[in-house]
DNA sequence: AATGCATGCGCAG
DNA sequence: TGCGCCTGCATTA
């Protein structure tokens, strides 16, 4: 369930595991696609973590880099073992990649990336991303800089990773919500002032998005307590505005969510407090 | 048992 | 714009 928030997690939750023991760390790839690269990092010391929006970056040696993508199901599994304790499990056959050592391990399956890569083809994917809410030296000019001469829709603009890296489906309809945006209204419509709060709102919700391990968008005078209403049912964890609300009432007005593709994913918004501010006929 | 769906993305055309 | 790819899970039959 990967947007940023849960790349960067997985940067910290690695490194706290596996690097500055002091020790290497076995690596195998039981699922088999990736075994020739862990056949030459096992034993090697897990020396830093990086993550960039939904990349992650393993770093082992000097400049040995295992480059992540988790795509849309891919998923990390840690595990603890207590030193005299049971060793850990036995991998089932779908994980790409376990790292291991006398404490942890941790297992990777179903990226749509798990590659060894160098110095000069990580860098390679940090040019090719927009500036990620959840890295210090991000800046968001450059993306409004992109945001401003597009005529593409703000929905889509938000979940181009050449534009923004790390925003993904959840985010984007949520701080499109918070912020009144019409998700069709063009890029180039949008204000300086409209993106400059719309980036602090993301920096804020992706950090606390890192520190939760979930996405949580509700203010807090529209939580469920403060409402008096259920909390949301749902498999996904966070309370949100509008993501998979379809026909549910508004937190704010009551309207019924709606929802609609685009580009081949679903999104989410309230017609009545996200009003198009510009013209109506890019509204479907 | 089979189907459908998902917080993603790269590619062909 | 649509298709394929990676996996697990809930839902349907």
Same mark, same amino acid.
């Not at 005299?84 to 850990?88: E, F, K, N, S």
């Not at 945006?181 to 204000?191: E, L, N, S, V």
């Not at 049912?233 to 996904?236: C, G, L």
């Not at 509008?242 to 026909?247: D, H, L």
């Given at each position: 369930m990967p947007e940023g928030h849960t790349i960067h997690r997985l940067a910290q939750d690695y490194a706290t595991r596996?690097?500055?023991?002091g020790t290497g760390t076995r690596v195998t790839s039981p699922q088999g696609k990736f075994s020739d690269a862990a056949a030459l990092l096992t034993?090697?010391?897990?020396?830093h973590t990086d993550a960039h929006g939904k990349h992650l970056f393993l770093r082992f040696r000097d400049s040995d880099w295992v480059h992540i993508h988790l795509g849309l199901f891919g998923k990390v599994t840690f595990g603890e073992v207590a030193p005299?304790?049971? =060793?850990?499990p036995p991998p089932t056959d779908t994980v790409r990649l376990r790292l291991a050592n006398d404490t942890a391990y941790a297992d990777l399956r179903g990226p749509t990336t798990c590659a060894l890569i160098t110095d000069a083809e990580k860098q390679a994917v940090h040019d090719r991303l927009g500036p990620d809410p959840?890295? =210090?030296?991000?800046? =968001?000019a450059t993306a409004h800089a992109r945001i401003r001469r597009s005529r593409t829709t703000i929905a889509a603009l938000l979940m181009d990773q050449k534009v923004?890296?790390?925003?993904?489906n959840v985010y984007r309809a949520e701080v499109l919500f918070r912020h009144g /945006?019409?998700?069709?209204? =063009?890029?180039? #419509? /949008?204000?300086p002032a409209e993106w400059d709060a719309v980036w602090t709102d993301l920096v804020a919700l992706m950090r606390e998005g890192v520190r939760n391990n979930r996405i949580d968008t509700v203010r807090p005078e529209h939580t469920p307590e403060a409402m008096g209403r259920p909390p949301r049912? #749902? #498999?996904?964890g966070g309370e949100v505005y509008?993501?998979?609300?379809?026909?549910l009432p508004c937190h704010i007005c009551g309207t019924g969510i709606r929802t609609a593709d685009l580009a081949a994913r679903n999104l989410f918004w309230c017609p009545t407090c996200q009003t198009n501010r510009n013209n109506d006929e890019t509204n479907q």
């Open positions: 596996f690097s500055g023991t034993g090697a010391e897990l020396t005299g304790d049971a =060793p850990a959840l890295r =210090p030296d991000a800046d =968001p923004v890296a790390g925003v993904g /945006i019409d998700p069709y209204r =063009p890029g180039k #419509d /949008i204000t049912v #749902d #498999d996904h509008v993501y998979r609300r379809a026909t």
